[in-house]
């Protein structure tokens, strides 16, 4: 069971995107599903989370510029990003938790905030 992130791409600082995380079941099924992000040369993190009952949380650092959401009928779940800046610029993935077993990572998908 693998989650793709999709969706990725170049901005310009203070622009938007929205970030595609598709299941291969259903999305439902999860107790829980993470956005994550890496830069070059820093650890990956914790960006955004939404657990089977909606509850979402965020880290400091984009509060009030992202928003995670969920479509059970698409089994995605997305991630809106608003207000971009140059330090967003990272890989970002999707891992959940599914039975008990975390979902691997996958390749990402390239986000770039730059004029």
């Known amino acids: 069971v693998q989650l793709q992130a999709s969706g990725g791409g170049l901005v310009q600082p203070g622009g938007s995107l929205r970030l595609s995380c598709a299941a291969s079941?259903?999305?439902?099924?999860?107790?829980?599903i993470g956005w994550y992000r890496q830069a070059p040369g820093n650890q990956r993190g914790l960006v955004a989370t939404i657990t089977r009952a909606g509850d979402t949380g965020y880290a400091d650092t984009v509060k009030g510029r992202f928003t995670i959401s969920r479509d059970n009928a698409k089994n995605t779940v997305y991630l809106q990003m608003n207000s971009l800046k140059p330090e967003d610029t990272a890989v970002y993935y999707c891992?959940?938790?599914?039975?008990?077993?975390?979902?691997?990572w996958g390749q990402g998908t390239q986000v770039t905030v730059s004029s």
């Open positions: 079941g259903r999305i439902f099924a999860y107790n829980f």
């Open positions: 891992q959940g938790l599914r039975n008990g077993v975390l979902t691997s």
